[in-house]
């Protein structure tokens, strides 16, 4: 039986040839240090001395071992260079057996690693990878973790050879076992469940496969849709309910079943039922599971998508009412003032005439011309009056009587959502649960014996009007809201999910933590965390550094920058930062090189293609041709479409490219193909130029606001702001200071966007941040203490800055720093004590976060909800407050980080400008109507950009070479690194699309050659 393809063809290469190394690099690694350098010089032969350096070299990179004869020609020319002997002076014949052997002998001794051996390793690995192998982790993944623990236990890489055997083996045993025991425990009651999903029912009007309607739901809100994925749901939860104690003897985990309910979900039903009877049992098992916390977590958002709609247009309207009232109010207030004033005036002429030196007989004359029996004045009592009522009328709330209005039209909606959606019952609000529980046993056939405990004091009261009447309409809106507000702040969980559980279960299981605390923190990389008193300790020095420094800078004038104002405020001014462009000349004619041509040539250099793999990589089929991906790409990234595309080109079918794309369309392998790309552009020594200090790299992110084209989807949000009347979403996407495109991900537009930087940064495996800019947006408390934490440098742009409160310690109280009058001075203190309370639970997210078992995105979703009763948010945020106020303090008095930070975000608008030109189809607005498919679009139109980039570089990087002599070259990289390679004039990106062998061919010839330095000695 043939071994499994556990790495493509082009990876294989890669581990099984040495690296390939720039000029820089070259000089690194072959550096003997001065243990081993006395001993190999003394070696008689050359060839022996290069030979050693080589491997030498070679195993400092990538801690293996490689053939002579794979040696590359480059590094024996520059070893043979340093020795004085022409390259052919090294003869591989010779550097062979016994000497190759001792040779790899002395380099293990030397880093302590020992020597691969099958008979010893093999079945070590097979245990080290076991839960990887359990959980159906792609096989690159298996990999990457193998060497990594290969590299921790330090023994040498092995052959590729061996990694295939053994996770050949091990895969196979797995699927073995796994057949044997499900095989052992399904029974008939199973079968007759599963057998559902294989059987055909009319859907509207046409037969299907019950299985095929429950592979996807319709994003739509409308009452008819909503009650149809309802139904979808039901069914899946009936089914579930039959076999899950079936799965949970069978011990799949949830990656598990997500990776075989993928494969159905991508499959016919008829692909299905030609596989063996007890393997299609439990995949329809996996499905089964994986599909109803998918559905129940689509539920929930169609639930909040129509709550926030209908309580948003009450909210509108009170707020109308309000508004439209005020010029009446304004009138009846003047009115006000005016009897006020004239009253008072006559009380005081009163008061004068009581207290005068005349007779009474002369006060009672002069009484009654003031006031004359016939009053000449208008009555005030109906002005009071109307007054009277126009303020009852203010104090008086219609948020309720508005409620009530739309209640009809959201009943239709929220009713059979929250009816059918299962709770978490350990972990939510059992008031609540209680309310739900009785609104779902009655069908919604509420009375006054509803329970109320879950509402306020206030709403309990609205309930009841003046006759004792009991609001129905109110009690359901009441609790509809009350649920929405409960799924956000996380007091109301799911029990089957993925985006809605109890933040604990996004965290390292509190079992492990507390049993291998010790062990996470090392393989995090976080010891220096440990001690919190340290920490503490450090901060509260920088920052009373950076107090008396700001201040003294402002003082002595050598802030050139600062301007206080009248209100003994102050305000930053910054020089004008400008923004970087691209030299059109250094660029072939504008519209000149099809997209397609771009995407092929770095195809060819980076092989991105190879990480679109199919759902089921162990079975072998043909591979569709490279057009064939080239144009799905498009399709998606350019926005046209599938059907569009299809039409835009005359080689290609709809069927071809929504087959290609059913089956090896996914986002994770998207995301994997764009990291092919950075990881090359990353290492070009032209991109490295690029960067404005040595040794360090600046990222940015921004979110970029895109109108969908139909407002038929609950997977975006209203926004009069930004969509008029429509609604749209926020791609928000990374670029680092070489405009490389390094992470972007498709969010709502009402979320903050602080939520998601971290994703950005910690779940990229190719750019590094050292410095990372934001806008306003794009900065939190709470994101300052987890940048901090986790290392990296942060400098957002914050708009009014001089608002932000900062903060000190109570060994430096504020009147300490206010009698040194300074113009910046803390307006609070941190609370210190809760620091210390919750280190070890902030312990435990930041070595969660780092260690990937959830996004900071999901945390932040639970945090951002139920902030104000969360003690680790709070403590975080106290935390948080300390960088913080070390960058206001710093921005203010370096010149040179707000330019920095202005310059990272112009990288960013600059890129995204890039993006409106690639996401050019049906003007811009997104055609995508799930969220799968948006991110889809987005990772594609990421692609493009990057394969664009790419491609700018090698130009350049080509030009540069070609570049007559020496002068010529130093000035052409001059003119390339003051203006950026973020180009894409001289890219045809629409019009009849050409996937044709020509058209793909490299015609600049940038691939000629595999040597890109433009600086080699």
Known sequence: MPLIQVLSPKSQEAYERPPVFTAKERKYFFRLPASLKLNIDSLSAHSHRVGFRL???????????????????KDIRYLCKQYGILPFGFDIDSYKGKLYSRHRHMILDHF???????????????????????????????????????????????????????????????????????????????????????????????????????????????????????????????????????????????????????????????????????????????????????????????????????????????????????????????????????????????????????????????LQRLLPQESTQIDQDPVLHQIKEEVEDLEHDNYYAYLIEGAAKLQHRAAPIISQLTFDTTTSDTKLLDAIRHFSNKAGSITKTAPIEFLNEQDAAALTDDTGRFKVSLYKMLLFQQTTDAIKRGSLNLLYSHKYKAMDDYLIPKHIWDRDKEDLIDRANLNHLKDIGQRMAEFKKMMSHH????????????????????????????????KDAPDTSLFPDQAYIPVSEVLSTVDKVTGFLECFRHLQPAHRKKRPVKSVFFAGITAYGCNLGIPAMAKATASLSTHQLEHMVNWYFNVDDINKANTAIVNFTNKLPLANLQRKKKGTLRTSSDGQKIKVASDNTIFANYSAKYFNKGKGVVAYSFVDERYIPFYSTIIDSSVREASYVLDGLLHNDAIKSDMHTTDTHGFSEVLFGLMDLLGFGFSPNIAKIQTLYLYTFKEYPISYWTDHDYPVLPKRYVKENLIPTYWDDMLRL?????????????????????????????????????????????????????????????AIESSNKFSNAIFFAHGGEMIFLTRIEQHIAEACKRLIKNAIICWNYLYLTRKVQQAHNQEKAAQLLHVINNSTVNAWKHIYFNGTYDFSEDILSDSFNLLQSQNYDVDEE
């Not at 491997?55 to 020609?73: I, Q, S």
């Not at 309607?213 to 089914?239: C, F, G």
């Not at 959830?854 to 003690?871: A, E, K, V, W």
């Open 547 to 578: 107090f008396h420094l700001t201040n003294k800078n402002i003082i002595n004038g050598d802030n050139k920058h600062f301007r206080r104002n009248k209100k003994h405020g102050y305000h930053i001014t910054t020089p004008k930062v400008e």
């Open 112 to 366: 302590a690693f020992q020597a691969y051996k099958s008979h010893i390793h093999n079945e070590l690995i097979a245990d080290a990878i076991r839960d990887q192998i359990y959980s159906w982790e792609e096989y690159h993944l298996i990999v990457k973790y193998l060497l990594e623990w290969l590299e921790w236990r330090r023994i040498e890489k092995p052959r590729y050879y061996n990694l295939q055997l053994i996770i050949t083996e091990c895969i196979r045993g797995r699927n073995n076992q796994i057949n044997k025991l499900f095989r052992s425990l399904l029974q008939d009651h199973h079968k007759e469940a599963l057998d559902q999903l294989l059987t055909k029912s009319d859907n509207s009007g046409r037969d299907e496969y019950v299985l095929t309607t429950l592979q996807e739901l319709d994003p739509s809100d409308a009452p008819t849709k909503i009650r149809r994925n309802v139904k979808k749901l039901q069914k899946i939860q009936d089914i579930y309910d039959i076999i899950k104690p079936l799965l949970n003897q069978i011990g799949l985990n949830q990656s598990a079943i997500r990776h075989l309910g993928e494969i159905v979900l991508h499959s016919k039903s008829w692909h299905l039922t030609r596989r063996e009877q007890v393997d299609v049992y439990l995949y329809l098992c996996a499905f089964t599971a994986y599909q109803r916390a998918l559905f129940e977590d689509w539920m929930v958002r169609t639930f909040l998508s129509v709550c926030a709609t209908s309580f948003g247009s009450a909210a509108k309207k009170e707020k109308d009412r309000l508004f439209e009232g005020r010029q009446k109010r304004k009138q009846l207030f003047e009115q006000v003032i005016e009897i006020a004033h004239d009253n008072n005036s006559l009380l005081s002429t009163i008061r004068a005439l009581a207290w005068s030196d005349i007779t009474a007989v002369e006060k009672e004359e002069q």
């Open 846 to 906: 930041v070595v969660s976060l780092k260690l990937k078992y959830c996004t900071t995105s999901q945390i932040f979703r639970r945090f951002n909800s139920y902030s104000r009763q969360h003690p680790l948010y709070t403590a975080l945020k106290e935390y948080g407050r300390m960088p913080k106020t070390l960058h206001v303090l710093r921005f203010i008095d370096d010149l040179t980080l707000r330019q920095d930070s202005r310059k990272s975000g112009n």
């Open 55 to 73: 491997m030498f070299g070679y195993f400092l990179a990538e801690k293996k071992f490689y053939r002579p004869t794979d040696f590359r020609d």
